[in-house]
């Protein structure tokens, strides 16, 4: 029988025991066995702190982020294979879906995070904190990589995202990790982690995944690991008590099953939008994932009145789910985890029908299509009512974790609030209501014992992701019950494995530490306007004093004309008694302009257009005959992702401060610029570089890829200088037209074009015939057609001509087209 393995310390390794059987939940045969017998759990804890953590932590959020995003994309082509397998698990379709373009999702909006941290290995929290009148003596707060391991022990339901979603976020804040999946769908993680192994784009020692049994995995972590867990409130209790957890004060964080509630609004009486989307989310909860998730509705809290108006619907909706094999396309509900389970959540209904009643379903009757109800994990969607619930406290205790729900009712909304709260902490709670103060009422008092709320109604409806969808950007967690953890939640949840420190001394000193200028450090003078240096060479600190300027009383009333802005302070002196003003105001907006005015460097260069303003303020008025300069100081750079036709480029924040004639602060502001990069990438081909690296060429010389020779090469260049020429126009754009922006705007960015990539007209491994009897008359025929090529653009600047590949094209970018495709081609023979 084929055994798992288990990837750790930098190798696929089997255990060496029997193994334990992992069964398909369809058809019940064994799929392989588990074994994780021999591993030394303490050895592949040292080795994610060391050998992975050294290199994410040295990563900037940068670089962590966009690794984040080719993982994704890598794992998006090869999603149709873990398709097949997570079948097996019992998941439709659209379980499968969830879980494993779910968890590949996590990591894209995970690596969109990078946005919002610096361009280093270490995050700056909030705002400087000056602790001195003198202002030379202030305090910061970094957030750096901790130096352990996450340990993520997780749940059967979501072997896909339930890593993943954990993962994206500890390889953001540059940890590495050791998963450790429920064994039972651990087949389906081994998978996905081979192709993430295989695809090297995460450094070694960033993932390590333990296959099976881990139960001594906790006697080695260490103060600076992070352990997390998803699973039952009992186990995970358990753990949280861990001899060493306490010791060591290991961060730990659970999410744990709670029993989540979900309210009928008094106004959603029956024949309203909001009645039909509570009955169809309830539905969807109980049968997504045959009911197999944390965040599933367990308890269907309703008017008294509407009970029986709730039961009948419900049963009504799900009398129209089919279940059986997930791969069939009728089907909608798949099986359980495994036989053990469809035991277990049979003994938890057994529990709660001491009290409750089964008003839908039956535990012994099931009707599956395409499968055997016997041999596979399959249970019927079982309602209860329970009439009494705060008398009967069973169902605010115990959870069928499956496709079960039992419906309760309530007299008013307070009761509404008190059955919710008396889950005693879970996930999220729903409620289905288009009356806003019913739901501000709900939301305000429950909030308290839940970690996410949704409100559902007829105006979000079409957009809301549902009640049991935690999101990237939102916490997922919650209090009590639910384990008192926080996971994801956008920046939060990458600070819960950064550690934060406060840090104190002179403000030059916490601007070298931090990255970001802090006033009143010492200003670096710039050799040349900061605005005359690319993105790379400009540093924190980097600064320009402009001279000065006199604002006269016809500047403040021209400026009062072009904008409308005629607010008394600026055009009427006459009506400056008592109030802060003493003679004709400038307009702060004006001060800012003026400001502009003396420090924007006029001619064009690196710097490409303004990107906002943030934080300005205005310290003291301004009057006529007050003269200003001002101090631009980089504060800040931001680096930022390219797709739209425009070259690689970052943000420079910079910290204006205005002055007046006695040097005292009237005004500031951070204003944010949009500065190229530094092409390094390519050669410049100029005529005179072309003509030189054209003249080395000789017919002994060999490509470093691909078949071409030196004659083919230049002949295939002289076909495509024609084409940017307009000589040959008669063929059609081969690129779709819905990507060919896409592709066109790629031209701007500085990656080269990738090595054996095939034009459109070349036949795939073969050459073409050459159409010119020697090399010598190819270089006088290729020199021909660029000559045609340029001559044609000086008469026709405004030109736009086809290209096969790269759609519609204008000058400029036909000139970035000749540079790379020249690159390319005098790469592939070492001339450059």
């Given at each position: 029988?084929?055994?798992?393995?288990?990837?750790?310390?930098?190798?696929?390794?089997?255990?060496?025991?029997?193994?334990?059987?992992?069964?398909?939940?369809?058809?019940?045969?064994?799929?392989?066995?588990?074994?994780?017998?021999?591993?030394?759990?303490?050895?592949?804890?040292?080795?994610?702190?060391?050998?992975?953590?050294?290199?994410?932590?040295?990563?900037?959020?940068?670089?962590?982020?966009?690794?984040?995003?080719?993982?994704?994309?890598?794992?998006?082509?090869?999603?149709?294979?873990?398709?097949?397998?997570?079948?097996?698990?019992?998941?439709?379709?659209?379980?499968?879906?969830?879980?494993?373009?779910?968890?590949?999702?996590?990591?894209?909006?995970?690596?969109?995070?990078?946005?919002?941290?610096?361009?280093?290995?270490?995050?700056?929290?909030?705002?400087?904190?000056?602790?001195?009148?003198g202002g030379r003596f202030m305090a910061h707060h970094i957030?750096?990589?901790?130096?352990?391991?996450?340990?993520?022990?997780?749940?059967?339901?979501?072997?896909?995202?339930?890593?993943?979603?954990?993962?994206?976020?500890?390889?953001?804040?540059?940890?590495?990790?050791?998963?450790?999946?429920?064994?039972?769908?651990?087949?389906?993680?081994?998978?996905?982690?081979?192709?993430?192994?295989?695809?090297?784009?995460?450094?070694?020692?960033?993932?390590?995944?333990?296959?099976?049994?881990?139960?001594?995995?906790?006697?080695?972590?260490?103060?600076?690991?992070?352990?997390?867990?998803?699973?039952?409130?009992?186990?995970?209790?358990?753990?949280?008590?861990?001899?060493?957890?306490?010791?060591?004060?290991?961060?730990?964080?659970?999410?744990?099953?709670?029993?989540?509630?979900?309210?009928?609004?008094?106004?959603?009486?029956?024949?309203?939008?909001?009645?039909?989307?509570?009955?169809?989310?309830?539905?969807?909860?109980?049968?997504?994932?045959?009911?197999?998730?944390?965040?599933?509705?367990?308890?269907?809290?309703?008017?008294?009145?509407?009970?029986?108006?709730?039961?009948?619907?419900?049963?009504?909706?799900?009398?129209?789910?089919?279940?059986?094999?997930?791969?069939?396309?009728?089907?909608?509900?798949?099986?359980?985890?495994?036989?053990?389970?469809?035991?277990?959540?049979?003994?938890?209904?057994?529990?709660?029908?001491?009290?409750?009643?089964?008003?839908?379903?039956?535990?012994?009757?099931?009707?599956?299509?395409?499968?055997?109800?016997?041999?596979?994990?399959?249970?019927?969607?079982?309602?209860?009512?329970?009439?009494?619930?705060?008398?009967?406290?069973?169902?605010?205790?115990?959870?069928?974790?499956?496709?079960?729900?039992?419906?309760?009712?309530?007299?008013?909304?307070?009761?509404?609030?008190?059955?919710?709260?008396?889950?005693?902490?879970?996930?999220?709670?729903?409620?289905?209501?288009?009356?806003?103060?019913?739901?501000?009422?709900?939301?305000?008092?429950?909030?308290?014992?839940?970690?996410?709320?949704?409100?559902?109604?007829?105006?979000?409806?079409?957009?809301?992701?549902?009640?049991?969808?935690?999101?990237?950007?939102?916490?997922?967690?919650?209090?009590?019950?639910?384990?008192?953890?926080?996971?994801?939640?956008?920046?939060?949840?990458?600070?819960?494995?950064?550690?934060?420190?406060?840090?104190?001394?002179?403000?030059?000193?916490?601007?070298?530490?931090?990255?970001?200028?802090?006033?009143?450090?010492?200003?670096?003078?710039?050799?040349?306007?900061?605005?005359?240096?690319?993105?790379?060479?400009?540093?924190?600190?980097?600064?320009?004093?402009?001279?000065?300027?006199?604002?006269?009383?016809?500047?403040?009333?021209?400026?009062?004309?072009?904008?409308?802005?005629?607010?008394?302070?600026?055009?009427?002196?006459?009506?400056?008694?008592?109030?802060?003003?003493?003679?004709?105001?400038?307009?702060?907006?004006?001060?800012?302009?003026?400001?502009?005015?003396?420090?924007?460097?006029?001619?064009?260069?690196?710097?490409?257009?303004?990107?906002?303003?943030?934080?300005?303020?205005?310290?003291?008025?301004l009057y006529h005959n007050d003269t200003i300069y001002v101090?631009?100081?980089?504060?800040?750079?931001?680096?930022?992702?390219?797709?739209?036709?425009?070259?690689?480029?970052?943000?420079?924040?910079?910290?204006?401060?205005?002055?007046?004639?006695?040097?005292?602060?009237?005004?500031?502001?951070?204003?944010?610029?949009?500065?190229?990069?530094?092409?390094?990438?390519?050669?410049?081909?100029?005529?005179?570089?072309?003509?030189?690296?054209?003249?080395?060429?000789?017919?002994?010389?060999?490509?470093?890829?691909?078949?071409?020779?030196?004659?083919?090469?230049?002949?295939?260049?002289?076909?495509?200088?024609?084409?940017?020429?307009?000589?040959?126009?008669?063929?059609?754009?081969?690129?779709?037209?819905?990507?060919?922006?896409?592709?066109?705007?790629?031209?701007?960015?500085?990656?080269?074009?990738?090595q054996n990539s095939q034009f459109p007209t070349m036949k795939?491994?073969?050459?073409?015939?050459?159409?010119?009897?020697?090399?010598?008359?190819?270089?006088?025929?290729?020199?021909?057609?660029?000559?045609?090529?340029?001559?044609?653009?000086?008469?026709?600047?405004?030109?736009?001509?086809?290209?096969?590949?790269?759609?519609?094209?204008?000058?400029?970018?036909?000139?970035?087209?000749?540079?790379?495709?020249?690159?390319?081609?005098?790469?592939?023979?070492?001339?450059?």
């Amino acid at each position: 029988m084929k055994k798992l393995h288990n990837y750790v310390t930098g190798q696929w390794i089997q255990g060496k025991g029997e193994g334990v059987p992992m069964h398909d939940a369809i058809t019940g045969e064994v799929i392989a066995l588990s074994d994780t017998e021999g591993l030394d759990f303490g050895e592949i804890l040292h080795y994610g702190r060391t050998k992975g953590g050294e290199v994410l932590r040295k990563m900037t959020f940068q670089e962590r982020g966009n690794m984040l995003k080719s993982l994704a994309l890598h794992l998006v082509k090869k999603k149709t294979d873990f398709y097949e397998i997570s079948y097996r698990t019992g998941a439709t379709k659209i379980d499968s879906w969830i879980d494993i373009e779910g968890g590949f999702g996590n990591l894209f909006a995970n690596a969109s995070l990078r946005k919002l941290f610096p361009n280093q290995s270490y995050h700056v929290e909030g705002d400087p904190i000056d602790l001195s009148r003198g202002g030379r003596f202030m305090a910061h707060h970094i957030m750096v990589p901790k130096r352990g391991v996450a340990v993520h022990i997780n749940a059967f339901n979501f072997p896909v995202w339930g890593m993943l979603e954990k993962c994206a976020v500890n390889w953001m804040a540059g940890v590495p990790a050791v998963v450790k999946p429920a064994t039972n769908t651990s087949f389906l993680t081994e998978a996905v982690v081979r192709e993430i192994i295989a695809s090297g784009i995460l450094p070694e020692g960033a993932l390590q995944l333990i296959t099976g049994s881990a139960r001594t995995i906790l006697d080695t972590v260490e103060s600076q690991d992070v352990v997390t867990f998803t699973g039952s409130a009992s186990t995970g209790r358990m753990l949280k008590a861990h001899p060493r957890i306490i010791e060591e004060a290991v961060p730990f964080t659970m999410e744990a099953d709670s029993l989540n509630a979900s309210i009928l609004g008094e106004d959603a009486i029956p024949g309203t939008p909001e009645f039909d989307l509570f009955i169809k989310e309830v539905r969807n909860e109980m049968t997504v994932k045959c009911g197999q998730k944390c965040t599933a509705i367990r308890r269907v809290i309703v008017p008294e009145n509407l009970v029986e108006d709730v039961q009948i619907a419900l049963g009504k909706a799900l009398s129209k789910v089919t279940i059986g094999d997930p791969r069939l396309k009728e089907v909608r509900m798949g099986s359980l985890v495994s036989l053990d389970q469809v035991q277990e959540v049979r003994e938890r209904v057994q529990e709660l029908s001491k009290t409750a009643s089964i008003v839908y379903g039956d535990l012994d009757k099931i009707d599956v299509i395409g499968a055997d109800a016997k041999k596979g994990a399959f249970l019927a969607p079982i309602v209860l009512r329970e009439d009494n619930p705060f008398k009967n406290l069973s169902v605010h205790e115990t959870e069928a974790f499956g496709p079960v729900s039992t419906i309760m009712p309530y007299k008013n909304l307070d009761e509404a609030i008190t059955l919710a709260q008396m889950g005693k902490g879970s996930l999220v709670s729903s409620i289905a209501t288009n009356d806003n103060k019913i739901a501000k009422d709900y939301v305000v008092n429950a909030a308290s014992h839940h970690g996410r709320i949704l409100v559902i109604n007829r105006e979000s409806a079409k957009e809301s992701t549902g009640h049991g969808s935690p999101l990237p950007s939102l916490v997922h967690g919650g209090p009590g019950r639910a384990g008192g953890g926080e996971e994801m939640g956008g920046m939060r949840g990458i600070k819960h494995y950064l550690q934060r420190t406060a840090i104190q001394g002179s403000p030059t000193t916490l601007t070298e530490i931090t990255g970001i200028y802090q006033a009143n450090a010492d200003y670096k003078e710039a050799d040349k306007h900061p605005f005359a240096y690319h993105w790379e060479d400009i540093k924190p600190g980097m600064s320009l004093k402009t001279h000065k300027r006199t604002l006269t009383d016809s500047d403040i009333i021209s400026f009062a004309n072009l904008t409308w802005d005629h607010f008394y302070a600026h055009t009427d002196i006459t009506s400056l008694d008592g109030s802060i003003f003493e003679k004709r105001t400038a307009h702060g907006y004006f001060i800012i302009a003026a400001a502009a005015g003396l420090f924007v460097y006029p001619n064009k260069g690196p710097v490409a257009a303004n990107y906002g303003l943030e934080d300005c303020r205005f310290l003291r008025p301004l009057y006529h005959n007050d003269t200003i300069y001002v101090r631009l100081t980089c504060k800040q750079k931001v680096d930022r992702d390219v797709a739209s036709a425009e070259h690689p480029s970052g943000i420079v924040k910079w910290f204006v401060e205005v002055f007046d004639a006695e040097d005292e602060l009237v005004a500031v502001a951070t204003i944010l610029t949009m500065v190229q990069k530094k092409q390094e990438v390519f050669v410049e081909m100029t005529e005179e570089k072309i003509q030189e690296l054209v003249n080395k060429i000789t017919e002994n010389d060999k490509p470093k890829w691909g078949i071409m020779t030196p004659q083919h090469m230049l002949e295939h260049l002289e076909e495509s200088y024609k084409v940017l020429g307009g000589q040959i126009q008669d063929f059609e754009i081969v690129t779709p037209e819905k990507i060919v922006e896409k592709v066109r705007n790629s031209l701007y960015n500085y990656e080269k074009f990738p090595q054996n990539s095939q034009f459109p007209t070349m036949k795939k491994g073969e050459l073409e015939d050459l159409k010119h009897p020697d090399l010598a008359t190819a270089k006088e025929k290729f020199f021909e057609a660029r000559e045609e090529y340029t001559a044609f653009f000086k008469e026709n600047p405004d030109a736009v001509l086809k290209n096969m590949v790269f759609g519609e094209l204008n000058k400029y970018e036909s000139y970035l087209l000749e540079r790379k495709h020249l690159n390319h081609h005098f790469e592939q023979f070492g001339l450059i």
